[in-house]
């Protein structure tokens, strides 16, 4: 299958900072990728679905201006954690997808702690 | 909005026997997709085995196969000659077509899976 590349793997950041979670297609241009969240022992919450040069659809409850997304190119699409919170701890996943009629597949997670 | 259910949180079987996984959906879409994913201890999301709607033909990859009842709206994998290297969380997944709908995977809770030795 195709490859997604998530970077970091994991991060550690203080309360208050903003970190950046990178989401690249190495072997496909993304038109559409997904951002989830994944608390332990728990499914995958959906967050926001990104289509390149266009703005991210947010599902409801999730906060845009907390979590920023830019999909600004067909290989790359980041998740930008603002002022952060230990709350916002959690394990982040992308998934990236070439078109409507293939299959998305997931990069390696990012496991953020915030202390 | 379509749901997924896993009504097993944890499952277990000893090695190389088989054990089935069960799910169920709610939908009113006629075409869709149906998947299984494994996430082993690394968090990987890894794709097992995909259906569709569609199809009447039940997928099988190896080891793995779907037992479809569209009807019925069911959707079980069932793991033959259960390796070590099974053991997993399991995440069955809908996505509606292409034609219709938005294009994002629905996920159910998802089923621990123990293999012993």
């Known amino acids: 299958g195709a490859v997604v590349s998530q970077h970091p793997s994991w991060v550690i950041c203080k309360s208050g900072t903003s970190v950046k979670i990178e989401c690249r297609s190495l072997?496909?241009?993304?038109?559409?990728m997904f951002w989830y969240r994944q608390f332990p022992k728990q499914s995958l919450m959906l967050m926001a679905t990104?289509?390149?040069?266009?703005?991210?659809?947010?599902e409801q409850g999730v906060e845009k201006d907390k979590f920023l997304i830019n999909h600004a190119s067909l290989t790359l699409s980041t998740l930008t954690v603002t002022s952060a919170h230990p709350e916002d701890s959690s394990f982040y996943i992308c998934?990236?997808?070439?078109?409507?009629?293939?299959?998305?597949?997931f990069g390696q997670g990012t496991r953020l702690t915030v202390v | 909005a379509q749901t997924v259910t896993q009504s097993q949180p944890e499952m277990s079987v000893q090695e190389a026997e088989t054990v089935t996984l069960s799910c169920t959906y709610d939908?009113?879409?006629?075409?869709?997709?149906l998947f299984w994913y494994k996430q082993p201890p690394s968090r990987q999301m890894i794709l097992v085995i995909r259906?569709?709607?569609?199809?009447?033909q039940n997928a099988t990859e190896n080891r793995f196969s779907v037992n479809f009842q569209k009807a019925a709206k069911s959707f079980s994998l069932k793991i033959s000659d259960s390796q070590l290297g099974d053991a997993a969380m399991y995440f069955c997944a809908y996505r509606s077509s292409p034609r219709q709908g938005a294009q994002k995977l629905v996920f159910g809770q998802g089923t621990r899976l123990t293999i012993n030795p």
């Open positions: 990104s289509n390149e040069g266009s703005k991210a659809t947010y």
């Open positions: 998934s990236a997808r070439e078109d409507a009629n293939t299959e998305a597949f």
């Open positions: 259906q569709e709607a569609y199809k009447q």
């Open positions: 939908t009113s879409e006629s075409d869709y997709y």
């Open positions: 072997d496909f241009q993304a038109t559409t």
